[in-house]
Structures are given as C-alpha cells and as structure tokens.
C-alpha cells in the first residue's frame, strides 16, 4: 500500500491514516512473525500422522503412541496461544489506529460539508471502520499467512521432490486464478461501490423530508430514482459475480483434482518403495496446506479490494482538505468587528454572493442588517462566524483576521442562530450548554434570558428531556427559541442572529426583544438580521445590502431617513410593512424607541 506518490514532482504529503498505519506497523510486524510460528506449527498434524503409520503401527508401541499424542497436544496448545495472541494484538492496534486518524477524519468531514455541503461525506467515516475491521479480522490474518506458504512447499519436497513440484504448481495455479479474479472483478466492484453510496446518501437525504413527501405525493417519484442506483449498485455486483464465478469453478475444480492427483502420486511412490505409506498421508495433508492460505486469501480478496478503495477514498479527502496549522492563542474577544472588502462564494457555485462588502462596528454595537431576499444577509453571517471562508478580503475581530483564530477558542466566545435551526440528538441541557461541561447555573440563565425556561419546564422531563434526531420532539418555533438560548449561553461577546423571530409567535418575539436589551445592556456585539423589522428600534446601526452589496450603512436613524425618507422613518406603526417606500424588495421601518 504506497503512502506517497507524485506530487508536483515530489512525495505525496503524509496524512493522518500514514500516521496511524505507521504508528501501528509494530503490531503488525508482529503478527506477521506469529504466522510464521502458527504455519509452521502447522505440520505438527502431518508430522503425528506420518509418525503414527510409519512407527506406531508397525511396532505396535502404544508408549510411542501416548507421546506422540501428548506431543501433538501440546504443540496444538502452543499454536492455539499463538493464534489467540496474534488476534488480541490486531484488535488493540486497531483500536490504536481509530485513535490515531478518527479525529483528523471527521474534521475532515466537517471542512467537507462545510465546503460542498451534502452527506456523502460521512461516508469517510464508515471507510475508516472499513480499515480498521480489515486490519483487525480475519483479512489480515488471511493475507499474513500467505508469505509463509514455502514453509509447507519445502516441507513436501523434503517427502519427495514430486511433491514440492505438485505444491508449487498448486500454488502457482491458485495466485493465478487470484489475481485473474482481482482483474475481472475490482473495477466492476468499485462502479458498485460508488452506486451504492450514492443510493445510500440519496435514501438518507429523502427520508430526512418524510413529512413533504407524504404530503406532497413525492414518495413515488423520489423511489424511482433510489431504485436506479439501487438496480445500478445491484447490477455491478452482479456482473462481478458473473466474472467471478468461472474463476471459482476453476479453484474448486483445482483443489478437488490436486487432492486426488497426490494421492494417486503418492501411491504410486509407495508402489515403487520411495517414500512410506506414513509419508503419502503426511504429503497430502502438506500439500492442502499449501493451497489454503491462497483459497483463504481468494474468498477473502473482495475485503482486501474494499479495504484498498476505502483508503484511497479516506486518504483522497484528507489530502483534498488538510488541517489548517496550529494557531497561537490569541486573547479573549471583545467584540469589534471590521469586515474588510469582503468577498464571498457559495461553496458549490463561482458566482460571488457578497461583493466587495466593508464596514466596522465597535464592541457593544447592535447591529441590524435587511435587504430584499437573496441580498446576501446569511451569506455574511456565515462569513462573520467563520462558516464560509473569503475568497477575498477578511473579517477582523478585535483586529485579528478571522483565520488567525483556533475555531475551538473562538467558537466559546460567539453565539450563532441560523435560518435553519439544527438541534442533535440529546437533551435540552446539553443541546443549550453545546454539549460542553454542564453549567446547570448558566444553561437556566440562558434559557430565561431567552424565554424558554418556562416551556423547557413544562416538558416531561424538563431539562432532561430527550429532543430525538434533530428535534424532532419539539416544534419549529420550541427549536428556534432553544437554538437561541445555545446561542445566549455564556453570554459570548459576539453574537450573530439570523432571522431570530421567523418561527415566533407575539410571545416568542417579545422574549427575543427583552434578550437583545440584555444583552445590548451587558455590552455585547449583536448581529440581528431579520425581515420583521419591530426589532429595528434595539439597533444602533443599520446595514443594508442588495445584491451582494452594501447599499447603506450607518447610525439607525440616518439609514433608514435614507432608505425611507425623514417622514416615515419613526412614524407609529412604520414597524409593520413599509418596504415599498424606499428599495424595490426592501421592508425596513423602526420600532417605536
């Protein structure tokens, strides 16, 4: 298995499976060295039967015959430790090897999803157990055993040089048929695997929409178009069997015939006096052994072709995506934020969503953005929290460019709701408290600060109520009111709030209102999108943008005398829909105060 390759004129550079393999070769070296032990203990049952028909029966000596026996057991016992051994070092090195490259590996997946959003990703990590299980069952131990078939070819050449030509030979024939089978088979097998990952992910983004398929009659259609994966995935792995099965044939027919052929040799040298009665018998058992490492490593090689596409699939995304560096630790955040002719791409698509966007704000600044749909407002947020990389320009935080940041220091001090609240699988308290240490004191305050603390308590089992995959316990308007106590929690300076009321009621809303003036008074940095524009009177600046740009930005009351003009900007009631004043698509109006 190469671990480098060209690169630019150079070696690949190493990932984190290269590590884990490395660091688990040792274990590996000395399986190896066990197999070697085990083969060779493997003659001890040819040994005792040649001894039997040659010494014990023709002397008649049962003391001969009850130590050879308790020989022949403890030699089995030795080869049975051995083997127990053997399989205990490869299950530890490959609890090692999880260790070593699972963590890199779902980074990875993440910076992927992040990237290219979709869930074959997660696919890395079921080809991470795909290695692991391979390293630690009975594939290895198959192919360890491989190396160590010319113990039993010298063996039967030193019954007779017949018997060495008859173990070779079957050998040969059976690596041939191997890698004949390897050949026909691999590619058709890896088309296979790809029609069945891509109808595995497809079933899984399906069955997430369950409610919209049902109510919308989509069940059908969306059915026919796993099933032609599925058929797809189905037709590979039978047109792999097709190729397969005259190779097999050919194997069965191979073992089955080199049985009986050294039988019939072997009774022929018995004719001639060249070797015992004992020594035909010990030859056939000899000459068996020969063959089984390579039908073991035959019925075994499709785990060994998986194995080999899993990891170059795993090593693919770790090179595609590499760890970013160690990042020195910069102090805590305040709060100022300066986002500097920033330009940012939808990571699926070329076409820039934010154009060239600046503006600064000072620590404690509640911060309002609107604009038409498709102006780019989640777009920023996403940029503002480190979600989406700049393709060009940057965002600073306290002066600091966002990518100078360690994102597990950094996630500490920002709250973020999106659009689409997603909650995990869990309770409350360790959904509110991001699955971190739970500070009972502060998942409370985060939850009355925003508003759900009464509701949490009427819940069965209060805080310790399980949400099920993705909420799915709780409501829209429950899940977006417990995404913004996650949010609140710890009261971090920054925090970014995309479309915070969309699934509130007037009782949601006016909690929401009360936490942004709580935290407008603790002097924490507030980024408040929304297209309901009653929250607009807790800003103390505006932003506007439009398609992609920034169309207006100051202070609250200078923006929106812009955007609105001076008369209906404050006018009572202004907060309930004025956005055909101003911008086509815009529905900006301050609140009352």
Request: net charge positive; hydrophobic share 45%; charged share 15%.
């Amino acid at each position: 298995m190469s671990q480098a390759g060209p690169t630019g004129g150079g070696k690949k550079a190493p990932t984190a499976l290269n590590a884990a393999i490395r660091t688990t070769r040792p274990a590996f070296v000395t399986a190896i060295v066990f197999s070697f032990f085990i083969n060779l203990l493997g003659l001890t049952g040819s040994l005792y039967m040649m001894q039997v028909y040659d010494r014990v029966l023709s002397s008649r000596n049962l003391t001969t015959l009850v130590v050879l026996t308790i020989l022949i057991a403890i030699l089995y016992l030795v080869s049975a430790s051995l083997e127990s051994l053997r399989t205990r070092l490869l299950v530890r090195a490959g609890v090692r090897f999880d260790e070593e490259v699972n963590a890199d590996a779902f980074n990875a997946v993440q910076r992927a999803s992040l990237r290219q959003p979709g869930p074959g990703h997660v696919q890395a990590l079921r080809d991470v157990d795909s290695i692991r299980e391979f390293f630690t069952g009975q594939g290895l131990i198959t192919f360890c055993d491989v190396p160590w078939v010319p113990i039993y070819i010298i063996a039967a050449t030193l019954l007779h040089p017949w018997y060495g030509v008859l173990a070779i030979f079957t050998a040969l024939i059976s690596a041939a048929l191997a890698f004949a089978n390897d050949r026909a088979t691999r590619p058709v097998l890896d088309q296979a695997t790809k029609a069945n990952i891509t109808a595995q992910n497809q079933a899984l983004t399906t069955f997430r929409n369950a409610e919209v398929l049902q109510a919308m009659g989509m069940v059908g259609r969306l059915r026919e178009k796993w099933v032609k994966h599925h058929y797809d995935a189905l037709g590979h792995q039978a047109q792999a069997s097709d190729r397969a099965g005259g190779l097999m044939a050919g194997i069965k027919f191979n073992r089955a015939f080199m049985q009986s052929l050294i039988l019939g040799v072997g009774a022929y040298l018995a004719i001639k006096r060249e070797i015992s009665p004992g020594m035909m018998i010990a030859a056939s058992i000899i000459v068996g052994r020969c063959v089984q490492p390579i039908e073991m490593a035959i019925s075994n090689w499709k785990s060994l072709v998986n194995m080999r596409s899993a990891y170059e699939r795993v090593q693919a995304l770790l090179r595609a995506l590499p760890a970013p560096g160690a990042r020195m630790r910069l102090p805590d955040p305040r709060g100022d934020i300066a986002v500097e002719n920033l330009i940012v791409r939808v990571p699926t698509r070329d076409m820039p969503v934010l154009k060239g966007v600046s503006f600064a704000i000072p620590a404690g600044t509640v911060l309002g953005v609107i604009g038409p749909s498709a102006a780019g407002k989640s777009s920023l947020a996403r940029a503002l929290v480190g979600v989406w990389p700049a393709a060009a320009g940057c965002v600073r935080l306290d002066g600091s460019d966002l990518t100078h940041w360690d994102p597990e220091q950094l996630g500490r001090f920002l709250g973020y709701l999106p659009q689409d609240v997603e909650l995990f699988s869990g309770t409350i308290a360790e959904n509110i408290a991001r699955f971190g240490d739970l500070d009972e004191a502060g998942i409370v305050s985060a939850a009355q600060l925003a508003g759900v603390h009464e509701m949490i308590q009427r819940l069965p089992e209060g805080y310790n109520t399980q949400i099920g995959e993705g909420g799915q316990a709780l409501s829209g308007g429950q899940r977006q009111r417990i995404g913004l106590a996650r949010a609140l929690y710890g009261l971090p300076p920054i925090l970014v709030l995309d479309e915070p009321n969309a699934s509130l009621d007037a009782a949601g809303e006016q909690a929401l209102m009360a936490a942004i003036r709580q935290l407008k008074t603790a002097g924490r940095t507030v980024i408040l999108i929304s297209h309901k524009t009653n929250s607009l009177g807790l800003c103390d600046a505006i932003l506007v943008l439009a398609d992609g740009g920034v169309q207006a930005f100051g202070p609250r009351d200078e923006v929106l005398a812009k955007v609105l003009g001076p008369r209906i900007v404050g006018a009572p009631g202004a907060g309930q829909a004025l956005g055909s004043a101003a911008q086509p698509g815009i529905a900006v109006a301050a609140a009352p105060g």
